[in-house]
Structure formats: structure tokens, C-alpha cells
């Protein structure tokens, strides 16, 4: 079993609509929670990071976690073209040295 | 003032060669790693180096080798490149080993073998 799953997509929204993006875990242990953000032909860069359970909102992006469900999601409002990327979720634990990834999601925003 | 870098961004090269890529991060972190991503963007670990120390060596072929020199830099060298190693090639950085393990990344190295 992978330690992080993510479903593929493709979803393709339209501009405005709420975009919920989710990844299950397998080991209770994780604890550091972050989602990448993957423009096309670009390098991932770190989207928002969440410490254990909870709720953590910046802009328009919100990040929760829910350590019961080894669930954890990114919520999007208001969706612009630009969030078009590939959004990949990221899990790691204290004492880990590397970070594991899901398989990415790639978000299409229609105007 | 790119975070981290990589040299080439493309590399296209014939089966059989031995190439090399280049990272260098000037974000003053004592971790390195290097990724690939394969053509459904599945990011695989395959190596980190913290403060020039080999930390993780996942499991890839030993004609990949990594060097790190000091830790603002981590160069991967290929020998003898097969097909199935064209992929887009990610270097990272982050501050310390373990913890939270924030990571930035560079802006990858398309490889393609021919």
C-alpha cells in the first residue's frame, strides 16, 4: 500500500466554482501536512503547510486535515484560470528525511 | 536569485551516454535531494544528501550517482543512459533533516533518451 493516494483527475471546474482536492494516508504517524502547487514544465512549489489536525486558510485556499480519517484536503473558492496546475499532496513525520507524495491532481479552471 | 537552480533545463542525448545535472541552492539549507518525475508526474525519491552526508538511497539502478560537494550543491551523474530514464529530474532543498521537512524545489531537467 502506498503511503499517500491521491486521485489522478483530470477535474475541469469552471471559473468561480470551489475546487476540493483530497489525499488519504496510511500511517498514523504522519503529522506535517502540505500541499504543491505544479504549473506545467515547472518545478513544485509549496502551496500551504498544516502541522496535525485542523483548519488552515490563506487566501482563498484553505487546507484541513483530519487525523481520525487519514483524510486531508484543499479547498479552493472562487477559482481563477490561473489555479490551473497539477496539485500534489505531500505527508511526512518527525524525525522522516524525505517527504512522501501523492500521484497529483490536475486542476483545469474554464473561464 | 533563483532559490535552487539546475543545470540544463533540457538534455537530449542517445542510449548509452553518460550525462550529468547540476543543482545549486543558495537558500542556506543543509538538505539535498533529487527526484524524478515520470511522464504521469509521480514524484519518486531517489537520493538526499545533508550537509554532503548520503541520507536516503531509495532503490535506482548504480548508474545513477550522486555527488555533493558541499551542501549548497547536489550534482547526479548517469552512466551508460537508457530510455526508460528520460523523465523530468527535480532537485530539492530544505533546511534541516526531518522535522517538517519543508521542501523547495527546483525547476527540473527534462531528460529524454533516444
Known amino acids: 500500500q502506498k503511503e499517500v493516494e491521491q486521485d489522478p483527475g483530470p477535474l475541469s471546474v469552471p471559473e468561480g466554482a470551489i475546487v476540493s482536492l483530497n489525499c488519504t494516508y496510511s500511517n498514523s504517524a504522519f503529522q506535517y501536512f502540505m500541499w504543491y502547487r505544479q504549473y506545467s514544465r515547472k518545478g513544485p512549489e509549496l502551496l500551504m503547510y498544516t502541522y496535525s489536525s485542523g483548519n488552515k486558510e490563506d487566501g482563498r485556499f484553505t487546507a484541513q486535515v483530519d487525523k481520525s480519517s487519514k483524510y486531508i484536503s484543499l479547498f479552493i473558492r472562487d477559482s481563477q484560470p490561473s489555479d490551473s496546475a497539477t496539485y500534489l499532496c505531500?505527508?511526512?513525520?518527525?524525525?522522516?528525511?524525505?517527504?512522501?507524495f501523492g500521484t497529483g491532481t490536475r486542476l483545469t479552471v474554464i473561464p | 536569485d533563483t532559490a535552487v537552480s539546475q543545470t540544463p533545463k533540457y538534455l537530449v542525448t542517445q542510449m548509452g551516454n553518460d550525462k550529468s545535472i547540476k543543482c545549486e541552492q543558495n537558500?542556506?539549507?543543509?538538505?539535498m535531494y533529487w527526484y524524478k518525475q515520470d511522464s504521469k508526474k509521480f514524484l519518486k525519491i531517489m537520493f538526499s544528501y545533508n550537509n554532503k552526508e548520503l541520507i536516503i538511497n531509495e532503490t535506482v539502478p548504480n548508474r545513477f550517482s550522486p555527488k555533493s560537494p558541499d551542501k549548497a550543491h547536489l550534482n547526479l551523474h548517469i552512466n551508460s543512459l537508457e530510455l526508460g530514464d528520460s523523465a523530468v529530474y527535480f532537485c530539492a532543498s530544505s533546511h534541516r533533516r526531518g522535522g517538517n521537512n519543508e521542501q523547495f524545489f527546483g525547476p527540473g531537467t527534462r531528460l529524454t533518451v533516444l
Open positions: 537558500l542556506g539549507h543543509d538538505t
Open positions: 505531500a505527508i511526512t513525520r518527525a524525525g522522516a528525511n524525505n517527504l512522501f
